[in-house]
């Protein structure tokens, strides 16, 4: 079985400082693992995803995120927090099939 | 350029009146999903498409049902709205059901339930 913890509900940082959602994951295969952002009232939209290939991935948006498998964690970073940012943030955790999972979302603040 | 296309954006209905949600897409994919999302929660599966084989989850509620007459098209049937039913339903579609294929959602439609 998979599941997927997002460590933090709330995350709020200033304009211009850096951004750090963690996300830990358990899966008893080689899992898929995605980022997804929600801004209010929209659908989900990928943000990046890793597959088994290199371990830090790039995303759109100047996000990246580090595959570290010792550690069982995708956190998800960037540089510099736009105002724009500010949305909610889904960890899902991938085998195939139906069988993704979501974490319970981590909601970013970013504060002028 | 939509790809994935829900209607309406916002439904009202009264508690106990069926109501059906549509979602089309442009993309030409394999599988469709039907996401249910409360406030501040993350998104539940509900059901999904393969082609025409459909798959239920297994904690479904049997007051929902699915329809997807042809590739492009997915219908969401609520029989008998509950107060517990007012949510956010999400419509997404991935080429195949890899491992790593990505979803792409339609921008939901909010239910309200009165």
């Known amino acids: 079985a998979q599941s997927v913890t997002q460590l933090d509900s709330h995350v709020s940082v200033s304009e211009g400082t850096p951004v750090l959602l963690r996300c830990n994951y358990s899966s008893s295969y080689s899992p898929s693992l995605f980022w997804y952002v929600q801004h209010p009232n929209k659908g989900l939209q990928l943000l990046l995803k890793y597959t088994s290939a290199a371990t830090l991935v790039k995303g759109i948006n100047g996000f990246e995120a580090e595959f570290k498998k010792s550690e069982t964690s995708f956190h998800l970073t960037k540089p510099s927090a736009h105002m724009s940012d500010a949305a909610e943030y889904f960890c899902?955790?991938?085998?195939?099939?139906?069988?993704?999972?979501f974490g319970a979302g981590t909601r970013l603040t970013v504060k002028p | 350029d939509a790809m994935v296309i829900q209607n309406p954006r916002y439904q009202v209905t009264q508690f106990g009146k069926p109501v059906t949600l549509s979602c089309s897409q442009t993309?030409?994919?394999?599988?469709m999903y039907w996401y249910q999302q409360k406030s501040s929660q993350a998104p539940k599966l509900l059901f999904h498409y393969y082609d025409k084989d459909f798959n239920n989850e297994a904690d479904t509620p049997d007051n929902f049902q699915s329809r997807r007459p042809n590739t492009s098209f997915c219908f969401l049937d609520i029989r008998s709205p509950g107060l517990g039913d007012a949510a956010m339903y999400l419509c997404?579609?991935?080429?195949?059901?890899?491992?790593?294929?990505?979803?792409?959602f339609g921008s939901g439609t909010q239910l309200s339930v009165l």
């Open positions: 993309l030409n994919h394999n599988v």
């Open positions: 997404a579609t991935s080429r195949d059901r890899n491992s790593n294929e990505k979803l792409f």
């Open positions: 899902v955790v991938s085998v195939g099939g139906n069988d993704m999972r």
